[in-house]
C-alpha cells in the first residue's frame, strides 16, 4: 500500500510539473482564433514575432502593460525592459513591427474582442467578453 502511494504521489508530482504556470493571467483570443488551448513554445514564439500563424491562421499579440511582467517572466524569459530591447532590434532588422500595447484589461480585451487572429493576455480578474480564453498547456 506505501508503495502505491508513494507511486501515485510521484505520478502526481510529475504530471503537475508539466502544467502550465499559474501566474495570475490568462490567455485571450479573438473567436476566430481556431484553437481552444496553446502550447507555451507557440506562445512564446508568437509573443516574440516568430510565429505569425497558428493552425494556419493568421495571429498577432496584443500587450497588457499592466501584467506584462508577470506574463514575460512566466512565457517570454525576459524582463519587461528585455522584451522592449528585443522588439525595438527586431523593428530596426525589418523582422516585424511593434505589437499592440494597452495599460488595461480592459482595452485588451475590447482590442481583442475587434481583432481577428489577435492573442493577448490579462490578470486574472479582468472581466472577458468578446474573448476566449486559451489554455496554456
Known sequence: LTAWLLCIAALVSLATSFA?????????AHPSV??????AEDLKS?????????NGS???PVLDTGVLRLFSGAYLGKTDQ???IYYRSRIFAGKGSMPARF??????????????????????????????TLRVR
Open 58 to 60: 493568421h495571429v498577432e
Open 82 to 84: 528585455g522584451l522592449e
Open 103 to 132: 495599460v488595461s484589461g480592459a482595452d485588451v480585451v475590447s482590442h481583442v474582442a475587434r481583432t481577428p487572429g489577435a492573442i493577448g493576455y490579462v490578470g486574472e480578474n479582468t472581466q472577458l467578453a468578446g474573448v476566449k
Open 46 to 54: 508568437i509573443f516574440l514575432l516568430t510565429k505569425t500563424t497558428l
Open 34 to 39: 481556431s484553437v481552444a488551448e496553446i502550447s
Open 20 to 28: 502550465a504556470p499559474e501566474i495570475g493571467v490568462r490567455v485571450i
